[in-house]
């Protein structure tokens, strides 16, 4: 027999949905992974849903022991309406994803851009074992974004798009970008700009994956290693400007890219060394231990949502779903 | 009969230091400006006595009604403890100008860095007209830099320096700044630098001050013009990252580059609406609208300081000065 209190989070991506479930002292009853179909609305909704009753039946538990669920969603959302917009990797443009699960499961659910999302479950991670406060939390994979969280809290901004450093200019002349700029940071640090950098230099090289040219770096491939030393040098300046701008206590990295461990980060720590060596506010401000890598076996974005749903569901505004009439908790 | 509740505000700079002196209802009893003394701490301290000797005697009022001082300072400050770092400007290394003042005026004494202060001040300045919540005020003068004020109130970072914008590296391989990196903003867009690359590109050229260039460019000089589009470019970029970092509602510019007016806003708008032509994102972010300039009769500075003295005068934690043992109240 289960607790009537279980907190349910989803991290929907564009190819595959994790959901995890645990109860008011997080201990994990169930989690599932399934592939995300997004051929439309319908497709997703049914995607998350299964997702949903997956995990529930790996905690032996049913719908109506669901106190809350939360979601991170790759798009722009508004937390108050549940509103997604502008997902495009789940084929999204306007879309109420919020009120459509919450009337599925009869339970309130949070939404939240992924980002911000994992930015929460790596702030919890971190928490665990020091008592930090505020965090930029980068995710390295297909794209490049961050989420801040400020005095313990997720920082949105004005649009929900605090955070959005994959689109700031970095070379003026340089690639374009999906977004329509030019040298969007993006178009060097991210992982399908890292494989395009390198078969620029080497056409017939047959990386698959951004942890492939990692590995070729540190076995000493030429092409790889000028690949990562130009990814690393943009990171770190990007490092660089989230703590010039926030002064947060931490820069927390996660993503697919981060998961080449040391071959990933070794780099970076190099670049970090020789701005301090030139600068006394650099040496001040960007020690080594600012910067925390998250490990492969924990997904934040997850448990972010879990958290997301934990914490919203003690908030007490309440909206109106845009489908049924019915009410959830929201915060504004 | 003055009311006995007096705020003084000090924006104290390296070449001359305004005070300002208001009732609880910001009308203001007097003002002035004198030269700074910056030979050692004890002519600093008497600057600042002087000026607010000054300011009191403008307003036909006595020490004894002062409330609290706020002082505005170029420099890393610690606002627990009135020690001032790093003041390189005012010939500070360290010192506790804090306790100092408030033991000479017997009264609270507040202080902050200058730009920061000068953001509560741009903030006051700008709720005067619509109910912003979040700006990124910038001040482009001898150097640049920024201070934030997100839901409100003045976000500091772990080590006061939030918002240090000078010192990102936007051009590698750029010249030499004083911080010891090479090709920080402040190489690019500050007054020192715009005059200096004026001269890179004409050393005949007696321009003596920013706005010279900004002058020349309007009326059609080439080399102010490369000047001033470059300049603008980098402005621009700086902007478009406060945007995609804070998502703020408005970026606020100040200090004495933008004095210029049009002929300093016009070219960042025009970078503006070309990046608007290329990217959705930036259609969407980047909207003239966004931008506000201060108008050079206002100082958003010392404005501050009048307002930081206030609104921390009705804080109540205490801190003990480290001179004398006075106690003032103070935020931690």
Redesign the interface.
């Known amino acids: 027999m289960q607790a009537d209190q279980l907190f349910v989070g989803l991290d929907v991506g564009g190819t595959k949905t994790a959901a995890l479930i645990v109860d008011p002292n997080d201990v994990v009853l169930g989690q599932v992974t399934v592939p995300t179909r997004t051929a439309n609305p319908d497709e997703l909704l049914t995607t998350i849903t299964r997702a949903i009753q997956a995990a529930l039946a790996k905690a032996n538990a049913t719908s109506q022991q669901i106190q809350s669920i939360g979601l991170g969603v790759p798009g722009q959302v508004n937390p108050a309406t549940g509103i997604v917009k502008l997902a495009v990797n789940l084929n999204l443009q306007t879309f109420p994803l919020g009120p459509a699960i919450s009337a599925r499961f009869k339970a309130p659910t949070f939404l939240e851009n992924d980002v911000r999302t994992a930015a929460i479950g790596a702030f919890d991670y971190l928490r665990q074992m020091e008592p930090v406060q505020?965090i930029a939390y980068v995710s390295i994979g297909t794209g490049i974004a961050?989420g801040?969280v400020?005095n313990g809290r997720l920082?949105?901004?004005?649009?929900?798009?605090?955070?959005?450093?994959g689109?700031?200019?970095v070379e003026?002349n340089g690639h374009l970008c999906n977004?329509?700029?030019?040298g969007c940071l993006e178009t060097i640090v991210a992982g399908p700009a890292i494989i395009h950098q390198m078969k620029a230099i080497d056409p017939k090289n047959n990386t698959q994956s951004a942890g492939d040219v990692y590995e070729a770096a540190t076995q000493g491939n030429p092409a790889a290693q000028t690949v990562v030393q130009r990814v690393s040098?943009h990171l770190c300046?990007a490092i660089?400007?989230?703590i010039?701008?926030?002064?947060?206590?931490k820069i927390v990295l996660g993503g697919g890219v981060t998961h080449s461990g040391d071959a990933f980060l070794a780099p970076i720590l190099g670049e970090l060394a020789r701005?301090r060596q030139?600068?006394?506010?650099?040496a001040?401000?960007l020690r080594d231990e600012k910067l925390h890598l998250i490990p492969p076996d924990y997904n934040p974005g997850v448990w972010g949502a879990v958290h997301l749903a934990n914490q919203m569901s003690t908030e007490t505004i309440t909206y109106i779903s845009a489908n049924d009439g019915s009410r959830s908790s929201l915060k504004t």
Chains 1, 2 share one sequence.
Request: aromatic share 4%; glycine share 10%.
């Open positions: 505020s961050a801040v400020l920082h949105r901004g004005q649009n929900g798009m605090a955070g959005e450093i689109h700031m200019t003026p977004c329509g700029l030019h040098q300046r660089q400007w989230l010039m701008t926030y002064d947060v206590e701005l030139q600068s006394t506010l650099a001040e401000l």
